[in-house]
C-alpha cells in the first residue's frame, strides 16, 4: 500500500526495480542474511556450516585472503567476518547482489528442505514488497512479474514428467543468464517441454508437437482454439523464419518474448501432464 506522502503526491512512488537496487532492499536483504546465517548462533563463535559458507563467500565468491582476518578456520567469530563481508556487500553492484544471493543459497549447506523453503518463502516476501522485478525459484534468480508466472514455471520444474522438468529448467536458466541470456535457447526447451508432453499425452514416442496435438484434439475433445495456438507457435519455431533458423540476433527477440513463451509453455505443458495423469486414474 502507498505511504500517506505518495498518496498526497508529496513523495514520488516507488517504481519496479529491475535494473537497480535501492538502499532500502540492500538493507533489507542483508537482514534476512544476517538473520539466517551470520547472526544465528547463541555465542560468539560461529557454528561449523555457518563458519563453512563464510569461508566459502570469502574464497569461492569474494576471491579473497582468508588469512587477512583468521589464523585458525576452526575458530571464525562475528568480530572478524560480519564488519569485513558487509563492506564487500555494500559495494557490489546491483546484480552481483544477486550473484551474492544465489552462491549464498546454493552454497550453504541446509538442514532440510524446509528451513530452505522458509528462506525462499521470507527472500521473496522481501522482493515483492521492496518492488523488485525478480524472485528466487529454484536456486535462480528469476526476473518475473506475476506470482502466477512463476507458479507455473516451478510447477512444471517439480514436474513428474522428469524430461518436461528438465526442459523447463534448462530454459530458465537460460532465460534469467545475466551475463549471456540465450533466449533463443530458452524458447526452445519450452516449445521441446510442450512436446514431450503432448506426446505423452497422445501415447506416441515419436513424431512432431503437430501429430501429438491433433491425436489430442480428437481424443480428449479439446477445443480447437487452445490447440490451434500451440500448433501455430510451433510452426513459428519451426519454419524457415522461425527461432530455429537464425533470428538468434532479432532485436525483436528480447527477454519479454522469451519469458512469455517460457510461461505459456510452462503452463500448457503442466496442462497436459495433469490431465493425462487424470485421465489415467479414470481410465484404471
Request: glycine share 4%; proline share 2%.
Amino acid at each position: 500500500m502507498k505511504s500517506f506522502s505518495e498518496r498526497v503526491g508529496i513523495k514520488k512512488p516507488r517504481e519496479l526495480q529491475i535494473n537497480s537496487i535501492d538502499l532500502e532492499l540492500r538493507n533489507r536483504i542483508w537482514n534476512l542474511l544476517d538473520q539466517a546465517f551470520w547472526s544465528k548462533t547463541s555465542g560468539s563463535w560461529l557454528e561449523k556450516r555457518e563458519a563453512a559458507l563464510w569461508v566459502s563467500i570469502w574464497d569461492g565468491f569474494l576471491k579473497q585472503k582468508l588469512s587477512v582476518f583468521v589464523s585458525n578456520l576452526n575458530y571464525v567469530n562475528h568480530t572478524t567476518v560480519i564488519p569485513p563481508l558487509y563492506g564487500h556487500y555494500a559495494k557490489l553492484e546491483w546484480s552481483e547482489v544477486y550473484d551474492f544471493l544465489e552462491y549464498v543459497v546454493n552454497k550453504f549447506a541446509w538442514g532440510s528442505t524446509s528451513e530452505l523453503d522458509r528462506f525462499v518463502r521470507k527472500l521473496n516476501e522481501v522482493l515483492a514488497e521492496e518492488l523488485a522485478g525478480f524472485r528466487l525459484s529454484n536456486g535462480l534468480i528469476v526476473q518475473i512479474t506475476s506470482s502466477l508466472e512463476l507458479k507455473e514455471i516451478e510447477s512444471a520444474i517439480s514436474s513428474p514428467n522428469d524430461l518436461v522438468a528438465t526442459q523447463i529448467q534448462s530454459a530458465l536458466q537460460k532465460l534469467t543468464d545475466r551475463q549471456s541470456p540465450d533466449f533463443r535457447n530458452a524458447i526452445k526447451d519450452s516449445i521441446g517441454a510442450v512436446e514431450t508432453a503432448a506426446k505423452n499425452a497422445a501415447g506416441i514416442a515419436k513424431g512432431t508437437l503437430s501429430d501429438a496435438l491433433k491425436i489430442i484434439r480428437k481424443s480428449w475433445n479439446v477445443h480447437p482454439a487452445l490447440i490451434e495456438g500451440y500448433d501455430k507457435l510451433y510452426g513459428y519455431t519451426c519454419d524457415a523464419d522461425g527461432i530455429r533458423h537464425g533470428l538468434m540476433d532479432d532485436p525483436n527477440l528480447d527477454f519479454a518474448s522469451a519469458k512469455y513463451m517460457v510461461v505459456s509453455c510452462s503452463a500448457f505443458a503442466n496442462y497436459l501432464v495433469a490431465e493425462s495423469i487424470q485421465r489415467v486414474k479414470k481410465s484404471s
